[in-house]
């Protein structure tokens, strides 16, 4: 019989028939011996290294368990898990735990830190961005152009190759995430051998690059470039805010949220059965 202590405690078993799961109030049980195999059969999946005497660890326990609960109705489900990093200080160690809570996010087997929200409603928010999210389309033609924006309202980025160092991209791609549930495109254009997909505005001028255009599709006509934005030549001027400011002029309607105030980190091993409130000046992982 299983133990009551657990509360809801259920057992689900791997489609394979591989591996066996233990839930704890709908929240997957990890250990050394099945985690590597519950990451590999879930595309996407959120782990919490925890410690019993944590008191962040213990503040977040019942908003994790309510939103397993809800993410397991999400299209795709997405499971959340749990690994106790006292009892299993090595394999929290391999993914670079050094404090508690901490999340990790795992998508095809890959762990990255997990920059959400810890409330129940910002964790199922995310999850949806993840499972749905598509990073911007890179164009090389107007025709391309055309398919990626369909009828979306289109958020052209010009940019010089390669983009992997630009800066500004990365801000269009951060915001291109951030938007991910408006009903906006995201696409751009660079390249070496030929210049970038350059939609011209109504009165015939071509948009900076590096930069931006709102990319209105004319009927049976070339993409028209409704309004431009330059990336400033204080680079730190191109920001998310002030790129949906943009948007918000030029009629599309857009807002990012605000960034979640996030507790400190319990860091001591050292801590009493109530455990400390930290050490402060440390974020979460």
């Given amino acids: 019989m299983l133990s009551r202590r657990f509360g809801l405690l259920a057992i689900l078993v791997a489609s394979s028939g591989a591996a066996t799961y233990t839930e704890e109030k709908d929240v997957v049980v990890l250990t050394p011996e099945n985690f590597k195999p519950f990451i590999k ?37 997405v499971p959340l898990a749990k690994v106790d990093a006292d ?19 795992f998508r095809d087997g890959e762990a990255e830190e997990y920059n959400g929200a810890r409330e129940v409603d910002g964790i199922l928010s995310h999850l949806k961005k993840i499972t749905t999210y598509k990073p911007p389309t890179r164009v090389k033609t107007t025709d391309e152009l055309a398919a990626a924006a369909g009828k979306k309202a289109t958020v ?51 948009p900076a690059v590096p930069g931006l255009a709102l990319v209105q599709m004319a009927a049976g006509g070339p993409p028209l470039a409704k309004a431009t934005m330059g990336v400033p030549r204080k680079k730190e001027e191109f920001t998310e805010e002030a790129i949906v400011s943009w948007l918000n002029s030029n009629g599309v309607e857009a807002k990012i949220a605000e960034k979640e105030e996030e507790p400190e980190k319990n860091y001591s091993e050292n801590e009493g059965e109530e455990g400390s409130e930290g050490y402060g000046g440390h974020d979460y992982d």
């Fill in 87 to 105: 009892a299993h200080g090595d394999l929290a160690g391999e993914y670079d735990v050094s404090g508690y809570p901490t999340i990790k996010l």
């Fill in 41 to 77: 059969e879930h595309p996407v999946a959120l782990v919490e290294f925890y410690a019993p005497w944590c008191g962040h660890c213990k503040a977040l326990e019942p908003k994790w368990a309510e939103a397993a609960a809800k993410a397991k109705k999400l299209s795709p489900p």
């Fill in 156 to 206: 052209l980025g010009l940019f010089r190759m390669p983009v992997a160092a630009s800066a500004a991209y990365k801000t269009f791609k951060a915001l291109s995430w951030e938007l991910a549930e408006h009903d906006i495109a995201f696409a751009y254009s660079a390249d070496y051998s030929a210049p970038p997909v350059l939609p011209l505005t109504a009165d015939g001028k071509k």
